[in-house]
């Protein structure tokens, strides 16, 4: 058990890169969502819920897998049972936002589907996948639990610049 814990205290400094970075993305949010708040008023709640926020809860998501990871003394089994808790968590809320059925309404480009819809469901099944070989002490565990966090940094980035371009050309009332 030691042994893996030591393998897992390697990964520190890639997981304080990764959390600071999805505090201040999600920081950054809030003042995407100020650039056009008479935008956001005008549109409906599913749209809000399926677009902007997940790009909140993808940063914030990287934020506490990063502080799992980096909370000492935490057994192995009990961090593979919370991150497998989390990912199953980020698969539930993917369907809860109705992005897809958003999608279906609005006409949107099919790559809004992938980055919104698709990437960020696999990012979210990864990280349960993780959890599980994480408590299971398989090696890919940390591994794929660094790709998806890291996806789910690289969505966030991307939807919240798909977010920004949307907003400024969207006519000043």
Excluded at 27 to 53: N, Y
Excluded at 58 to 77: E, G, I, R, Y
């Amino acid at each position: 058990m030691m042994e893996h814990l030591s393998k897992l205290e390697a990964w520190h400094e890639f997981y304080l890169l990764l959390g600071s970075g999805g505090a201040a993305l999600t920081g950054l949010l809030f003042v995407i969502v100020s650039l056009g708040p008479h935008v956001v008023a005008e549109h409906t709640q599913t749209g809000v819920r399926a677009f902007i926020s997940p790009i909140a809860v993808h940063f914030t998501s990287a934020l506490v897998v990063s502080a799992l990871m980096l909370a000492p003394d935490v057994p192995v089994s009990a961090l593979g049972s919370l991150l497998a808790i989390g990912g199953l968590g980020g698969v539930v809320y993917t369907g809860w936002t109705r992005a897809h059925a958003q999608w279906r309404r609005s006409k949107l480009p099919v790559l809004d589907l992938i980055w919104f819809v698709g990437l960020p469901f696999l990012a979210y099944l990864i990280i349960l996948g993780s959890g599980i070989g994480i408590a299971m002490r398989a090696a890919f565990g940390p591994y794929s639990l660094a790709g998806a966090t890291v996806l789910l940094i690289v969505i966030g980035i991307r939807n919240a610049w798909d977010i920004v371009v949307w907003v400024t050309q969207q006519p000043r009332t």
